[in-house]
């Protein structure tokens, strides 16, 4: 473990690297995440590492750079993206692009999502070298473009055109490590696995007519409406992931309002609802969210149609966000879906899939996710790790499509309120704290050397 001492001294070097990483623009779209990887190549070729820049598009930047192992034990990937979300500056209380430091937080677009991680994984890096540590196995750091929309100029791209350089037996990245407050404790998520995306548009055909005779024309906003209504409302069956459960039974020991609710819902998930819905009225968060890690869902995100006021539309155009579980296809869910419509007239409605990436699950049981366990109850004895299932998606699909196993583990106290952790990513005001840096630093280099020596 390396000392506290050395640890203290890295917290201006992480400060300064994430306010540098803050003020590179990468914004996706366009992402120009060139400038960002140039800058991590530049700082770490000042301590001897031999880094690539490879530039999937014109300003679409990678840069990728390993430490050698003697080959005994399996290779780790730490894994970040450097592009990220717009931030309108006139909803933020500070310029989301100038890496202010005020009141013990650094500020700034990417400072959680994930510009940090980035930060600490670059830390850990330097850290193994100037600690002279001779790894057991293959230490890679990648850090990627265009994870913000969809990843196929980052982390997808290398996965397609140079597998070698990025593949790993084990993944670290993005998706978990927050501490949850619960009943006195942290409870530690760790993404085991993430749903897949199934975004798709439905196009409703009718007959257009004057307004004044509805009865003779044919509408399709009418008949998007029955669409929208018979989707919206679909329950599909619950099913219990391996993650899922032991996130479930995990939280039913820890969390003392919801443990009755938990237990039930254990014991017989196919009826869950009615369950949820009386732990909605209590909280109505978790209910929800523990309600999505349950089953596909399918959400009406985007609707168009109409022309004129007095027109009987012949055309409407809706688009849906569909999420499936792991153990199903976005095949199977478009298949159902359409079963769902099929006495909608299916000829008169058309079907286009926008984006389709399958869900993905790495095994809980393995040697990384017990280190981490470990690692983190000699940082803060009293916690509970549990692992847990995104409803989103990140850059571990591509990589455990390469028979990686990827968990989503930044470490992170919550030293804010949670929600206003939550609601920093991808919102406004987003900060981390200079003390989490510096905590993340400590775990994840701890969770390294123990793992890879
Ligand atoms: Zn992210």
Known sequence: MVDAHLLEKTRGEVTSLLRDLIRIDTTNPPGNEIQAAKYLAKTLEKEGFVCEVLESKPGRGNVITRIRGSGEKPSLLLLSHLDV????????????????VNEGFVWGRGALDMKSMTTIE????????????????????????????GGEEGAGWLTRNC??????????????????????KNMYTVQTAEKGILWFKVKAKGTPGHGSIPGAADNAIVRMNNVVRKLERYRSNISLTPTVKQFLTEMAKEHKAAMKTLTKLLEDPAAADPVLDELAKK?????EEIRAKLRMTVTPTM???????NIIPSECEAVFDCRVLPGQTTGDAMDKIKSLLKKMDLEKLEFEIIQANEPSESPLDTALYRNIASTLRKFDSHCVVVPDMLTGGTDSRFLRKLGAVCYGFQPMRSDMPYGQIKSGIHGVDERISIDNLVFGTSVLYTVVERFMT
Not at 303 to 309: A, F, L, M, P, S
Request: charged share 30%; net charge neutral; proline share 6%.
């Open 163 to 184: 597998p070698k350089k990025i593949r790993a037996d084990y993944v670290i990245n993005e998706g978990g490590g927050l501490a949850v407050p619960v009943n006195g």
């Open 122 to 149: 670059v830390m850990v890096m330097k850290l193994l070298k100037r600690q002279h540590i001779e790894p057991r196995g293959d230490i890679i750091l990648a850090a990627t473009a265009d994870e913000e929309k």
């Open 303 to 309: 609707i168009h149609g109409g022309v004129k006021e």
């Open 85 to 100: 979300v717009a931030a309108n500056p006139k909803e933020w209380n500070v310029d989301p692009f100038a890496g202010t």
């Open 283 to 287: 909280d109505r968060a978790l209910a």
